[in-house]
C-alpha cells in the first residue's frame, strides 16, 4: 500500500498538483486514522520509492542548470529553462513534504504581565 500511495502522490506532483496525502492513502486501502498520524509516509517503502524519484528530479534539474550556464542561449531558451528549474525544485520540494512558497510570518507579542486588574 505504502508503495501504490507514494506512487499516486508522485503522480499528482507531476500533473502540477498539491497532493492530499491522507487522502491518497485512504484511496490506496489505509484506514482514515493511519493516513492522518501519517502511517504511510513513515514506512520505508514509501521514502524509497519517494527518494528514488528525488533523486531523478535533481539529475534532471542539474541538467537544466548546466543548459543554463550555455553563452549561447537566446531569451526563450533561457526563460523555458527557467520555468522547468522552477517546476523541478517545486515538485522535489513538495515531495519532501518542503514548503513551495516564501511565507513570512509574523508575531505580534502583548505583555500583560504589567496590567491592572
Known sequence: ???????????????GQ?????KIAQEMGYSKNSAMTNVPQNTLTYQRTIGIYIKRLEKHRDKVLKAMEAKDLNKEDYRILSESLDRLSKQSLLLQGKSTDNVAVSV??????NSVD
Open 18 to 22: 498539491n497532493p492530499i496525502v491522507s
Open 108 to 113: 505580534t507579542v502583548v505583555d500583560y504581565t
Open 1 to 15: 500500500m505504502a508503495e501504490k500511495t507514494a506512487q499516486k502522490v508522485i503522480e499528482t506532483i507531476s500533473k
